[in-house]
T-cell receptor, first 113, second 113 residues
Framework: GENVEQHPSTLSVQEGDSAVIKCTYS??????FPWYKQELGKGPQLIID?????GEKKDQRIAVTLNKTAKHFSLHITETQPEDSAVYFC????????????FGQGTELSVKP | DSGVTQTPKHLITATGQRVTLRCSPR?????VYWYQQSLDQGLQFLIQ???????AKGNILERFSAQQFPDLHSELNLSSLELGDSALYFC????????????FGEGSRLTVL
């Protein structure tokens, strides 16, 4: 089955710096790659997603890139702010297998003022 | 507020006992997913239902079972509980079966003593 590896497990940056989180997936049939943000005491919330027919997607300070050949995708957060501090999860899914999301292990991002 | 409601929010019980976790999906969502989140395992997919029928199964123990009722709410039953079952259990829902955003509830925190 699908396996998703996520790095790093913890990331500390200064406010205003950029943060990059990387994921690799194992099943080349995966075609949907969302990123979720989980704040303390809450459920994960979608922040951005990308489909396999697209190489890059941006939404304000957040961008995601996908390299299908390498089976690798990344989350980029620019101009980080203290409210970006949270746990971030990448995930992968296969449309014709019910669309279940297989998550990476998570990255705890800390943005220091 | 994601629109997904989970009860109870917290549950403390003893080893060997049985508990039921309840999930009400967003209005109109036909798909329900259950995930287990423990400290060292990240978000593990357990099971998916679509319009009352089981659609996909993940790493769900035989001691665990789930169902989705005609009104689309779902229940996750955990029996013969062990210390290692202590975790956050999340329910998520989605409008369609296979793609698009998963909306997560705030979770049910189970503590087995």
């Amino acid at each position: 089955g699908e396996n998703v590896e996520q790095h790093p497990s913890t990331l500390s940056v200064q406010e205003g710096d950029s943060a990059v989180i990387k994921c690799t997936y194992s099943d080349s049939a995966s075609n949907y790659f969302p990123w979720y943000k989980q704040e303390l005491g809450k459920g994960p919330q979608l922040i951005i997603d990308i489909r396999s027919n697209v190489g890059e997607k941006k939404d304000q300070r957040i961008a995601v890139t996908l390299n299908k050949t390498a089976k690798h995708f990344s989350l980029h957060i620019t101009e980080t702010q203290p409210e970006d501090s949270a746990v971030y999860f990448c995930a992968a899914s296969i449309y014709n297998q019910g669309g279940k999301l297989i998550f990476g292990q998570g990255t705890e991002l800390s943005v220091k003022p | 507020d994601s629109g997904v409601t989970q009860t109870p929010k917290h549950l403390i019980t003893a080893t060997g006992q049985r508990v039921t976790l309840r999930c009400s999906p967003r209005s109109g969502d036909l798909s329900v997913y259950w995930y287990q989140q423990s400290l060292d395992q990240g978000l593990q997919f357990l099971i998916q239902y679509y319009n009352g029928e089981e659609r996909a199964k993940g790493n769900i123990l035989e001691r665990f079972s789930a169902q989705q009722f005609p009104d689309l709410h779902s229940e996750l039953n955990l029996s013969s509980l062990e210390l290692g079952d202590s975790a956050l259990y999340f329910c998520a829902s989605r409008t369609s079966g296979n793609t698009g955003e998963l909306f997560f509830g705030e979770g049910s925190r189970l503590t087995v003593l």
